[in-house]
Structure formats: C-alpha cells, structure tokens
C-alpha cells in the first residue's frame, strides 16, 4: 500500500518569505501526485498535478509552483508568501487512473 | 471547467437519526469517490463508484451513483457519534484531475 510523507506538520511563516513543502511517496511507482488547499472550513481546491517526472498541470493562476523532480517526490514552493497562502495543504498519490487518492497527513501553514 | 457541488454543507442530527446528502456535477463523470475527513485530520477515502446507477453499502452508510452518471448520494442510517466529520465527494471526468465537493460537515448531537 501506498504511504505519503509529508513535513513539516505545521508552519508559521512570515509575509514575504519563501515555502518548500515536500512530498515523498512509497509503494508505487509512478504514481499521480496531487497539491490541495484547504482554507479553514472549506473544501479541497486542487492546486497542482503531475503525471510524471517534470510534468506539472496548474490548476489555479496563484502565487505558488509546483515541481516533481523525481519520480515519486513533489514539491510545493513560493518565493513570496501572502497571508492568503494560510491554509490547509495536503499531497495526495494514486496509483493509476481512476484508482482512490491517497492522502498525506498534511501540513498546517499560516503567513502572518 | 469542471465543478462538484455537494449539499447541504453542513448537517446537525440527533444520535440514531437517517440522512442523505447529495453531490451534482456539471459535466458527466467516469467515477466518483467518497472521502471522509476527521476534525484535524486528512481525508480518507470511504468508496469508487463507477457504473451507471451503481448502489455499494458500508455498513450503515450507502453510496449510489446516478443514471446519468452526473450526480450521487451517500445516505447514512442510524447516525452514531463516531459518523462526525466533513465528507466529500470528488468526481473525476476524463483527465487525471480528481475535482473535490466543498464537503459536507456532519455533527452528530448525541
């Protein structure tokens, strides 16, 4: 079964500075890797995907990119938060199309 | 593009009582699936739904798919404490994006 790790579990960043947040995945190969916001209360908003190696799909014009520089990694980053980056961000992986996503434990963001 | 639209958002019950929500969307989807997020945690996947009219049970919660492959419902019966939490509904029409309902928040009076 597939496991995500993702850290740190919670942050407190400063307006102005820049993110890494990364995902790694075990036990699958090639999977589809996903970055979702989940503003407080609210629902998931899909950021990012990638189907493979250097191969990203924006899904919301914002202040945030995505890279996958190997197979079963994944990163978020900015180079300048807004208080608007606060939120909720979660790396989920599956393993094949239309198969269920696989949730990491998230990491916990607020710019202030 | 394509949007998910699940309602009521939020849903307040007495312990023991039954009740459906239900997840539209705009465009016809391949699969749908169901998550279940506990307060603080991450969302865990409960159910695919793939056929046309398709119907699965999980114990006390049943998942049915529409004819039209456009719309679903996740109906829970005799509601316990232990059913609190936000669930979704995500629908995947034909690319890799997986698209989220906003969630439907269950508190449970016991």
């Known amino acids: ?112 | 593009g394509q949007q998910v639209m699940q309602i009521p958002q939020y849903q307040h019950v007495q312990e023991g009582e039954d009740f459906t929500t239900y997840c539209n969307s705009s465009t016809t989807l391949s699969n749908i699936q169901w998550y279940k997020q506990r307060p603080g945690g991450h969302p865990v996947f409960l159910i695919q739904l793939v056929k046309s009219g398709e119907v699965k049970k999980q114990k006390r919660l049943t998942f049915q798919f529409g004819e039209a492959k456009k719309n679903s419902s996740l109906h829970i019966t005799a509601t316990q404490t232990t059913d609190v939490g936000t669930y979704f509904c995500a629908g995947q029409g034909g690319s890799e994006k997986l698209v989220f309902g906003k969630g439907m928040k269950l508190t449970v009076n016991p």
Do not use: M
């Not at chain 1, 503003?39 to 990203?56: K, M």
């Not at chain 1, 190997?70 to 938060?81: H, N, P, T, V």
């Open chain 1, 1 to 112: 079964s597939q496991t995500i790790h993702q850290w740190p579990a919670t942050l407190v960043q400063p307006v102005g500075s820049p993110l890494s947040l990364e995902c790694t995945v075990e036990g699958t190969s090639n999977p589809n890797l996903y970055w979702y916001r989940q503003a407080a209360g609210r629902g998931l908003q899909l950021l990012f995907y990638s189907v493979g190696i250097g191969q990203i799909s924006s899904e919301v014009p914002q202040n945030l990119s995505a890279s996958r520089p190997q197979d079963r990694q994944f990163i978020l980053s900015s180079k300048k938060l807004l208080l608007s980056d606060s939120g909720f961000y979660l790396c989920a992986a599956r393993g094949e199309y239309n198969s269920p996503l696989h949730f990491g434990n998230g990491t916990r963001l607020t710019v202030t």
